[in-house]
C-alpha cells in the first residue's frame, strides 16, 4: 500500500468528479466536482442538510458513492488507509464511553500501529505533543464524560492532530463551543497551514468563512460556487444556495438566515455584509 | 470455620461445579462489558433464550445438547445481522421478532416431547452440580479462546464501540468486527447454559458488568472489575448454594446482584 508522505513530487490533493451520494433515494450530494490543492484551507458552507456532513463522509468512506470517483493523492478513494482524519461533531460520540482523554488520542494513532502492535515511544510522545498544543495535557486522564463541550472537541482536535493526517475533516467546529476553543481552533489551524496539512471545514458561520479561509465551497446538494470569499460570496450565489432563508437589504448587502442550532432553541445569526464588495 | 470453608470441595461434583461456575462467570463478565457498552443488554437475553429450539432439536435427534444449541445462537446471532442490515429493520425490533420466534419454536417443539425432560429443565435453569468432566474441558477450552480473542482484538472492538466513524476512517473492517463480536456473544451464551441455564444466562453478562461500570472510566478496568465481580458471585454462590437449599445458578446471580447494589448505593452516596 503506497503511503505518500506530503513532500513527494505529487501534491497532496483532494479531487472528487461527479460525485454523487446519499442514503434514500434523494441524494444528499448531486453530481459534485471540485479540486482542493495540497495544503489548502476549505470552509464548506451551505444550508441545513446541504450534503455538508455527507461530503466528509464520502471521503473517510463512511458513505458509498453512487456515482462519480473520488481521488486523494491521484489514487481512488481507500488505497490510502491513514492519511484522512475526521473531527466529528460532538452528538456522535458516546460520552459515557469509559475512556479518558489520553486513550482517545492514542486511537490517533491506530492506524499507524495496525491492529496489534503495542504503542511505543513515538507515539507516546505525538499523544503528549498533541494534548500539549490543544492545551488539555492537564486533563489526560480524566475520562472524557467528565468534560465540558469545548474541552471535548479539544480532544478529538488532538486525537486528529496524532493521526499525522494529509486531509483533516472538521464538522461544525465552531458551532456550540466557548470562545477559547474557537480560538484555540483557529490556532490550530495556522498551525496545520505550516504543515501542508489539506483542510476542510464545515461551519454556518459565513463571516468566518470569509475572514479566515482562503478558499470557500458553497454547497446545496450541488456545487453552487467555490473559489475565493469574495467569488463565491455574491448575492445570486448566496441566493441560489441558502433560497428562502437568503434576504437582500436595500444599501446594506444581504443577510442570510440560517439556523444552526436545534429547533425549539432557534437563534438567528445574521451576516451581514457578505456582498461580494465587502469580502 | 475452615472446615466449613472447606468441606463443599471434597466433593468431587462441588470442584466440579465451581471450576464451571468461576470459568463462566470470568466469561460472561468481560463479554458483558461490551454488551452493557453497545447496549446489547436486551440481545444477550435474547440469545440466551433463542438457544431453546436448538436444544429441543438436539434433544429430539438425540444429539449433542450443546452442539444444538451453538447452531441455534448462532443462526438467530447472524439473523439479526441480517434483518438489521443498512437500516431495513431496527435492529431492536429484529432482536424482538427473532427472540420471541425461536423462544416459540422451542416451546413448541418442548411441548411436542412427551417425557418428563428433566434435562430440559436443566437447560431452563441451569445444572452446574451436574458438569463432568468433559463438560469442564469444553467451558474451559471455550472461555480461553473465547477470552483470547477478546484481548487480541481489544483494540478493534473498542474503536467500533466507542467511535464507529473513527474504525471506517482507519478502514477496519467493522460489518466483519460487529458479527465477530455477535458471535462470541453468542458462544459465550451457549457456554453459560450449564452453570445458569437459558433463564438466567443474561444476568450474568450484564449484572457484574453493569456493577464495574459504576465504578471505574476505563474500559479494561471495567473488564478487570467486572470478571472479578463475576469470580467472586460464582464463588459465594456456590457455597450459598451448598448451605441452604438455594439452586446455584439462582444464588450467583443472586450474589451478583447484591454486589451490584452495593456499586449503586456507593455511587450515589459519593454523588
Redesign the interface.
Known sequence: MAKLSPEVAEPARLELEAVSAGYTNVLALDSVSFEVPHGAQVAVVGPNGAGKSTLF?VL???LPIRAGQVFIHGQPL?AH??C???V?QRE???WR????VR??VM?GR??K?G??RRPNQADRDWVARSLDQMGIAALANR?I??LSGGQQQRVFLA?ALAQEPHILLMDEPFTGVDASTQEATLSLLEELKSRHVTVMVSTHDLTMAAQRFERVLLLNHRLVAYGAPADVFKPENLRQAFSGQFLTLEGQGAVVVDECCPPGEEHLHDHTGQGGEHA | MLEWLLEPWSFAFMQHGLLAALLVGILCAVIGCYVV?RSMAFLGDALAHAILPGVAVAYLLQGNLTVGALVAAVAVAIGIGFFSREGTVKEDTAIGILFSAALSLGVALISSIRTSASDLTHILFGNVLGVSSGDLLFTALMAVGILGLVM??Y??F??I???P??A????LPGQFLRYLMLILLALTVVVSMQTVGVGLGAALLVTPAATA?LL????A??MAISAVVGAVSSLIGMYLSYYTIIAPGAAIVLVATGFFLLAFAWKRVRG
Do not use: C, H, I, N
Open positions: 463522509k473517510v468512506g463512511l481507500g488507509t491513514d484522512v482524519a475526521y466529528p456522535e460520540v458516546d464511553f469509559p475512556v479518558t486513550d482517545v486511537m491506530y492506524g500501529q491492529w496489534f475520562a464524560g467528565d486525537r | 457498552l487480541l482484538l483494540r478493534p473498542l474503536v464501540s466507542f467511535d466513524v473513527l471506517a476512517t482507519l478502514r461500570y471505574t472510566r476505563r474500559l478496568r471495567m
